[in-house]
C-alpha cells in the first residue's frame, strides 16, 4: 500500500521516468495523466490526490474545489499563473513551483533574441540563403556598446541577464518595485521607475511575474513613452506586453524590433500578424528549455511534492502566506527568492499599491487573513518606485 498519491495532470513530456523514480523511492504512487483517457479521467484521479503536478491545465476553483486531500499543487516552471492562487489559499493548498531551474536558459534565450533585433540576424539569413547580397544592408542595425538597457523586473532571471551583460558597454537600468537601489547596484543595474526606464532604454527586456498588476504592463502609454527605434524583448509572460499596441507601434515605427516567446494567447494563432511581422523574431515558448534544465525540472517537482507528502514543506512556495492559514509559518525558511513575493503580500494587506501602474488593494486578490502579520520582518522600501503610470484594466 503506498504511503501517498501523486497525480500528474496531462502534460506532453515524453517521459515521466525521472518523477517515478522519486515519487516510487519515497513509498508513493505515481499515477501519470498522459496515461489515462483524458483531461477529465486525470482531474478524477487528483480528486484523492495528495500532491498534484501541473504543467499546462489551467487549475480553476472548480478543479480546486474538488480536491479532498491535496496538500501542493506544484506547478512544472518558474510561472503559475495557471493555477488560482485564491482558490488554493482558500482551500489551505500550498503552490508549488521551480524558481531556478532554468534561470541560465531564460537569460540566454533573451539575449539570443535581443541581439538577433540588434544585429538584424533574422532577415539577414533569409537574405542571404535565398540568394540576396547587399553592400550597404538596407535594415537598421545597431551598436551595443554605448546603448542602455532597461529590465522590467529585477528577479533571478533579470540579474542573470544583467550579470551575462557586464563587460558589453551597456548602461543598464532596471525597474522593480520590490528590489532596494543597493540590490540592484550589485548587479550593475540602476533602480528606476517604469516610465524613466521606458524613456530612457533602446534595449528593454520584460522579466516581471505574471500577476493582476502586471498585465498589460507595458501597454500603448508605456510604448508612447519610449524612444523611437526601441527593442523590446519578452520572454516572461504574454500578457504582460499588449501584442495589439506593440503591433501598432512597430507599424508606425515607433518600436524598432521586437523577440519575443511568449503570447497572449499559447499556442500563438496560425494567422496572427506577429507570425509574419518582418521586425518580430520568434520562438515558441522555448526560453526554458534545455537538456538540464529539464531534468532538473522533472526532479524538483517530485521532490517537492515527496516534501510535502511526507510531512514537511516545499523549498518554494508561490503564496507564502498560506502557511499562515496552514498554521506553519514559523517553520518555513523564506528562500531569497520568496522576499518580494513577502513584501508584496505585506502591501496588499497594508492596502497600498503593489506595483508600478495599479492600485490593486487587498480584496482584489486574496484575504487579509491569508497575509503575513505585520512585523515579519520583510524589509519594504515602501512606494519608493510609484511610477505614475495610470491603469484602466489590472
Ligand atoms: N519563457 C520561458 O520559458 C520562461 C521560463 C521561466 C520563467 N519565465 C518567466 O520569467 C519571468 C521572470 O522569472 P524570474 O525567475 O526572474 O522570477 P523571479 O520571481 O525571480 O523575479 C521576478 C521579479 O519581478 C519583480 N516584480 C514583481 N512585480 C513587479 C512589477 N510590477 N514590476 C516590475 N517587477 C516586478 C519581483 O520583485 C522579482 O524581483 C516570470 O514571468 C516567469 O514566469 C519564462
Known amino acids: 500500500m503506498s504511503k501517498f498519491k501523486v497525480v500528474i495532470l496531462p502534460h506532453g513530456y515524453p517521459s515521466v521516468e525521472i518523477e517515478r523514480e522519486v515519487v516510487g523511492g519515497a513509498g508513493g504512487e505515481l499515477v501519470c495523466g498522459d496515461t489515462l483517457p483524458d483531461e477529465a479521467a486525470a482531474l478524477r484521479e487528483a480528486e484523492d490526490a495528495d500532491a498534484i503536478l501541473?504543467?499546462?491545465?489551467r487549475v480553476t476553483p472548480e478543479i480546486i474545489g474538488r480536491l479532498k486531500r491535496c496538500r501542493i499543487i506544484v506547478r512544472y516552471g518558474i510561472g503559475y499563473d495557471n493555477?488560482?492562487?485564491?482558490s488554493a489559499l482558500a482551500a489551505g493548498i500550498m503552490i508549488g513551483h521551480c524558481p531556478t531551474y532554468c534561470v541560465d536558459e531564460v537569460a540566454t534565450h533573451t539575449l539570443a533574441l535581443l541581439l538577433a533585433c540588434v544585429r538584424d540576424v533574422v532577415n539577414t539569413h533569409a537574405k542571404v540563403a535565398s540568394g540576396g547580397w547587399t553592400d550597404n544592408p538596407p535594415v537598421r542595425q545597431w551598436r551595443m556598446a554605448g546603448r542602455t538597457l532597461g529590465l522590467i523586473g529585477l528577479g533571478n532571471i533579470g540579474r542573470c541577464v544583467a550579470g551575462k551583460l557586464r563587460g558589453w558597454?551597456?548602461?543598464?537600468l532596471a525597474t522593480d518595485p520590490f528590489v532596494e537601489e543597493d540590490q540592484a547596484a550589485a548587479t550593475g543595474a540602476q533602480l528606476v521607475d517604469l516610465r524613466t526606464l521606458c524613456r530612457e532604454a533602446d534595449y528593454i527586456c520584460v522579466h516581471a511575474p505574471l500577476l493582476?498588476?502586471?498585465h498589460h504592463l507595458v501597454d500603448r502609454e508605456a510604448l508612447e513613452l519610449m524612444k523611437d527605434g526601441v527593442i523590446l524583448i519578452n520572454t516572461a509572460r504574454g500578457p504582460l506586453l499588449?501584442?495589439?499596441a506593440l503591433l501598432g507601434a512597430l507599424d508606425a515605427g515607433k518600436v524598432a524590433a521586437a523577440g519575443l516567446d511568449v503570447f497572449e494567447r499559447e499556442p500563438l494563432a496560425r494567422d496572427s500578424r506577429l507570425r509574419s511581422h518582418p521586425q518580430i523574431v520568434l520562438s515558441d515558448h522555448a526560453a526554458w528549455y534545455s537538456e538540464n534544465s529539464l531534468a532538473e525540472l522533472k526532479r524538483t517537482v517530485a521532490e517537492e511534492a515527496v516534501r510535502v507528502c511526507t510531512g514537511g514543506l516545499p523549498l518554494a512556495i508561490a503564496y507564502p502566506e498560506v502557511l499562515h492559514k496552514l498554521g506553519r509559518f514559523h517553520e518555513w525558511q523564506p528562500s531569497p527568492n520568496a522576499v518580494w513575493q513577502l513584501k508584496r503580500a505585506a502591501r496588499l494587506r497594508d492596502g497600498r499599491t503593489v506595483g508600478q501602474t495599479s492600485g490593486l488593494t487587498v480584496s482584489r486578490v486574496?484575504?487579509?487573513e491569508f497575509l503575513p502579520p505585520q512585523g515579519h520582518g520583510v524589509g519594504d522600501s515602501a512606494n519608493r518606485q510609484t511610477g505614475g503610470l495610470t491603469h484602466t484594466h489590472t
Open 366 to 368: 486574496s484575504g487579509p
Open 169 to 172: 558597454g551597456l548602461r543598464i
Open 54 to 57: 501541473v504543467r499546462w491545465t
Open 242 to 244: 499588449d501584442e495589439a
Open 83 to 86: 493555477v488560482d492562487s485564491a
Open 212 to 214: 493582476p498588476e502586471t
